[in-house]
């Protein structure tokens, strides 16, 4: 099959699909400037992810958040979503998208616009305190007295985010495997397929029925396994094409010509 009939493909399932949902990694982001963890210029290749270990994270907390808040306050905290982003919430309001999953922490779904955001992995715009399990806006805390302390009983402050170790949480983990149940079309974008349970979802999809459409720069997991339609390229590339099919002349159009 040649690129075109494949991205051709694509579009068509997409214009035919009744509950189409988008699940994303963090290869989503690196055009944001956010790198991913694995792959090059991984994170994992420059970090210990022993420290966002949850054991780890209440034996060392100090060390933990320092790791922290260099890589999710200060390096994705001043994060902008990017053209994939805005084409999720785009397709989203266009009635293409009814929900994204994400792994990432980001908060950048949100922050583009999507209304459906399932954070699988959590998000660091909040953070919970691990004795009173109390939840607090990260704007709550300054970041100046590490490790943080919870401000109603002075227990341990953590980002809320899925730390290696721990449970997915709920609800998230419950609405994204019905989200993967119900979807007929599940749009994989820039995820390696290698963290359980997340890398579930697609194959729950998959079993009930999904096609899957999955955007990446190189094969994953998935591809060989899972996927229908691979469509090869940067996700802000692809996404942009997508949504200039689908939404031609609609009234978020042009921002893709403009952007
Ligand atoms: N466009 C599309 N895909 C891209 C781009 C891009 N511009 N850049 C990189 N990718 C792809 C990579 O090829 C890779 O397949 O994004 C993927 C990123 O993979 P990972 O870093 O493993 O990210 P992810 O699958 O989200 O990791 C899952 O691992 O450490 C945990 O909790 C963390 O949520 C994270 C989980």
Redesign the pocket.
């Known amino acids: 099959m040649n690129k075109t009939t494949h991205f051709d493909d694509a579009v068509n399932l997409i214009k035919r699909a009744k509950h189409m949902v988008a699940f994303?990694?963090?290869?989503?982001s690196?055009?944001s400037g956010i790198?991913?963890?694995?792959?090059?210029g991984?994170?994992?290749n420059s970090y210990d992810?022993a420290l966002?270990e949850l054991d780890e994270f209440k034996n060392k907390p100090k060390d933990s958040w320092k790791l922290l808040k260099k890589l999710f306050y200060t390096h994705f905290g001043t994060a902008k979503p990017n053209g994939?982003h805005y084409a999720l919430a785009d397709l989203e309001e266009n009635g293409f998208v009814k929900a994204v999953i994400t792994?990432?922490?980001d908060n950048l779904h949100q922050l583009a616009g999507s209304k459906n955001v399932i954070d699988?992995?959590g998000n660091i715009s909040r953070m919970v305190c691990l004795a009173c399990k109390h939840f607090f806006a990260r704007s709550d805390y300054s970041l100046n007295d590490l490790p943080l302390k919870c401000k109603e009983c002075g227990g341990l402050i953590k980002p809320d985010?899925?730390f290696?170790g721990e449970a997915v949480p709920e609800p998230a983990n419950t609405l994204a495997n019905r989200q993967a149940e119900m979807s007929d079309v599940f749009l994989i974008?820039?995820?390696?397929?290698?963290?359980y349970p997340?890398?579930l979802l697609p194959e729950t999809a998959k079993e009930t029925g999904a096609k899957i459409i999955e955007?990446?720069?190189?094969?994953?997991q998935f591809t060989n396994k899972i996927t229908d339609i691979f469509l090869k390229?940067?996700?802000?590339?692809?996404m942009g094409e997508l949504v200039s099919s689908l939404l031609a002349g609609s009234k978020n159009w042009e921002r893709y010509f403009l952007r």
């Open positions: 994303t990694g963090a290869g989503i690196v055009e790198p991913p963890f694995r792959g090059r991984g994170l994992w992810p966002l994939a792994q990432n922490i699988f992995h985010v899925t290696f974008i820039g995820s390696t397929g290698e963290v997340a890398a955007v990446n720069t190189s094969e994953t390229g940067k996700a802000t590339e692809i």
